[in-house]
């Protein structure tokens, strides 16, 4: 399956600060999204990051507050923008290989205070 | 829409067999997954089936599909500690966007 390396593992911010995560793939795959897991809950899909073009997000999530980018079919970010004690959670990315099937990285743990 | 559910705990002694349920509203699901995630990591993929099977063995884990009754079910044989985690069902979505539901998950504890 692919290998996603995800970084960073873990952050405490400032609120008002933004963050940026990142999503790297060793391989090409068709498609990346990011999800939000808050404390104790289920995973929630924010947006699917789409390359070369802006990405598609859920109900409730907006670009202003968690822009992505893809630039190429190996890498996407995502930033959590103005953040404020709510948007703590872990954030994870995704991706879909056409051979590996939907493969998970190990999560960004973000605490804001 | 689009929903899954899952009991939210199940308690095991090691050795026993567990059977962690979960049920689904899109009869149009291809896919059906299980995840496995342990204390402060990502998703782990265990099984999927394929919604025109009934059943799928792989080592320890069963996979049981009753697709009339749109319940899933996840058996693990010979619980060890080590299968201690939350486990998540999830189901492609039927919009196309290659999305998954997941749902609750549930806390499988494995006492020794």
Known sequence: ?113 | GEDVEQSLFLSVREGDSSVINCTYTDSSSTYLYWYKQEPGAGLQLLTYIFSNMDMKQDQRLTVLLNKKDKHLSLRIADTQTGDSAIYFCAEIGSSNTGKLIFGQGTTLQVKP
């Not at chain 1, 939000?36 to 995973?43: E, H, N, T």
């Not at chain 1, 859920?58 to 893809?70: A, H, M, N, Q, T």
């Not at chain 1, 930033?79 to 998970?104: H, K, R």
């Open chain 1, 1 to 113: 399956s692919a290998v996603i390396s995800q970084k960073p593992s873990r952050d405490i911010c400032q609120r008002g600060t933004s963050l940026t995560i990142q999503c790297q793939v060793d391989s090409q795959v068709t498609m990346m999204f990011w999800y939000r897991q808050q404390p104790g809950q289920s995973l929630t899909l924010i947006a699917t990051a789409n390359q070369g073009s802006e990405a598609t997000y859920e109900s409730g999530f907006v670009i202003d507050k968690f822009p992505i980018s893809r630039p190429n079919l190996t890498f996407s970010t995502l930033t959590v923008s103005n953040m404020s004690p709510e948007d703590s959670s872990i954030y994870l990315c995704s991706v879909l290989g056409q051979i590996s099937g939907y493969t998970f990285g190990s999560g960004t743990r973000l605490t804001v205070v």
